[in-house]
């Protein structure tokens, strides 16, 4: 019995969305085909008649995030934006509590930029665009208020991406939020975007 139109397609996004989960949360090395394809509900032998390589199948979860816009991802963006306050709302979600804690939905550019760092070419574009994704909307924003600057755009998005790898690499909870939270405070002065104010939570220790 032959399959229906697009489930090849369909089953290709589940083991692509399924591998970015595990990736996200066990790191590169540590994921192998076999747990990807027991996630999808699928074979080992499967797995090659959709990706050439592991490598191959991660520069493809790093491009699935990348089409997932910014509203999707959190929820607390509006939709009814315009450049500037996108920017700025980036900015606080990126850097805010829940972005910490959604290890397995987190970007990839917070997950495994140290496998990226030592890994094939493929890979390093895919990573390469999702920054460059971030860093385009700060361009745009800065260029809409007629102040262009793209190093300003580069240093904002790189401080965002360091600010969340550094605190999810800290024991100490409080310095991680005090940190995320400096970053978030220093990187919309430098844009001259005024911050929206939130109500500070900490997680409850036990």
């Given at each position: 019995m032959p399959?229906?139109?697009?489930?090849?397609?369909k089953t290709r996004e589940r083991i692509v969305r399924g591998a970015r989960t595990l990736f996200?949360?066990?790191?590169?090395d540590e994921v192998s085909i076999e747990d990807v394809m027991s996630r999808a509900g699928l074979t080992r032998g499967v797995f090659y008649s959709y990706f050439k390589s592991k490598s191959q199948l991660y520069a493809e979860a790093i491009t699935q995030a990348l089409r997932e816009p910014p509203v999707t991802r959190w929820p607390e963006i509006r939709v009814d934006f315009t450049a500037v306050d996108a920017a700025r709302q980036v900015i606080q979600a990126y850097l805010s509590e829940q972005h910490y804690e959604?290890?397995?939905g987190s970007c990839p550019l917070v997950a495994l930029p140290s496998y990226v760092s030592r890994s094939d070419p493929t890979?390093?574009?895919a990573f390469e665009s999702v920054f460059l994704g971030m860093v385009g909307?700060?361009?745009q924003s800065?260029?809409?208020?007629?102040?262009?600057?793209?190093?300003?755009?580069?240093?904002t998005a790189g401080l965002c991406v360091g600010g969340m790898v550094v605190a999810r690499s800290l024991e100490d909870r409080e310095l991680a939020d005090d940190l995320r939270e400096a970053a978030t405070r220093v990187a919309l002065r430098l844009c001259g975007w005024q911050q929206e104010r939130r109500r500070r939570t900490r997680a409850i220790k036990r």
């Amino acid at each position: 019995m032959p399959y229906p139109a697009g489930h090849r397609e369909k089953t290709r996004e589940r083991i692509v969305r399924g591998a970015r989960t595990l990736f996200n949360r066990h790191g590169f090395d540590e994921v192998s085909i076999e747990d990807v394809m027991s996630r999808a509900g699928l074979t080992r032998g499967v797995f090659y008649s959709y990706f050439k390589s592991k490598s191959q199948l991660y520069a493809e979860a790093i491009t699935q995030a990348l089409r997932e816009p910014p509203v999707t991802r959190w929820p607390e963006i509006r939709v009814d934006f315009t450049a500037v306050d996108a920017a700025r709302q980036v900015i606080q979600a990126y850097l805010s509590e829940q972005h910490y804690e959604d290890i397995d939905g987190s970007c990839p550019l917070v997950a495994l930029p140290s496998y990226v760092s030592r890994s094939d070419p493929t890979v390093k574009r895919a990573f390469e665009s999702v920054f460059l994704g971030m860093v385009g909307l700060f361009e745009q924003s800065l260029q809409q208020e007629k102040r262009p600057d793209r190093d300003l755009a580069l240093v904002t998005a790189g401080l965002c991406v360091g600010g969340m790898v550094v605190a999810r690499s800290l024991e100490d909870r409080e310095l991680a939020d005090d940190l995320r939270e400096a970053a978030t405070r220093v990187a919309l002065r430098l844009c001259g975007w005024q911050q929206e104010r939130r109500r500070r939570t900490r997680a409850i220790k036990r």
